[in-house]
């Protein structure tokens, strides 16, 4: 049998996740408590690199899912017209496009085969996508795609996890320097974010505030927030 090119792999896995699993509910207060560190750090970030208003900010949001990190940004101020997202798996782009103002445009399909001109793009999102891709040659395909979106002085905002999953063969971490690998040419400023998810599921219910207290471990963080500018 032809083995799955990787966009096929990756759709195939995707089929075996829970459809609705609750760990990432946002009646979970941990998932509210993560979601809230992850604005903070990122809004900080876009501070420090000149971002004075949300809505002139020109985002394309690669693996937009059904779309919950554009409407983030839609309530922290960016313009409809201003963002866009691809997304491979057609019923997470249905769910995308229902929800999203008409104005967010939307790309169903691979990446890679995406109509984005050269240096178009300010921002490009990707948030917990490299971990799900497990071929490293695509890894190195899509990065390279999204480097030659980005116009000089744009920036790759980057999110995933860094360390695997014992429980889920399906994902990989991507760790800090093979994020430096993929953009050897970026400058890449970093934070870890994230109490590492198990954890804070336990620690929630003895009280939320844990979640704070052990996220001040920087080690307990199982994510890195990543900036990574293009000269």
């Not at 980005?150 to 971490?173: I, K, S």
């Not at 991507?174 to 998810?197: D, E, K, M, N, Y």
Request: with cysteine.
């Amino acid at each position: 049998m032809k083995p799955l090119d990787e966009p096929q792999a990756i759709a195939e896995r995707y089929t075996r996740r829970a459809p609705h699993d609750d760990r990432y509910s946002f009646l979970r207060p941990e998932v509210c408590l993560g979601v809230q560190e992850r604005q903070s750090v990122m809004l900080h970030m876009l501070r420090q690199q000149g971002v004075t208003d949300m809505a002139e900010l020109r985002l394309l949001e690669v693996g937009c899912g059904t779309g919950s990190n554009l409407l983030e940004l839609l309530r922290m101020g960016c313009a409809p017209q201003h963002l866009a997202g691809i997304e491979l798996l057609p019923e997470r782009y249905a769910q995308a496009r229902q929800v999203l103002p008409l104005a967010v445009r939307l790309h169903e399909g691979d990446a890679l085969l995406a109509d984005v001109p050269h240096a178009s793009q300010e921002v490009v999102l990707v948030s917990t996508v490299f971990s799900s891709v497990l071929d490293p040659d695509f890894q190195q395909r899509l990065a390279a795609a999204l480097w030659q979106w980005l116009r000089p002085g744009g920036a790759v905002l980057w999110y995933d996890f860094t360390y695997n999953n014992p429980r889920n063969p399906d994902v990989r971490g991507v760790p800090l320097r093979r994020v430096q690998a993929l953009f050897p040419q970026g400058r890449i400023t970093a934070r870890r974010v994230t109490l590492a998810p198990p954890l804070a599921r336990v620690l929630v219910r003895v009280h939320p505030a844990l979640y704070g207290l052990f996220n001040c471990v920087p080690w307990l963080r199982t994510h890195i927030l990543c900036w990574i500018e293009k000269p």
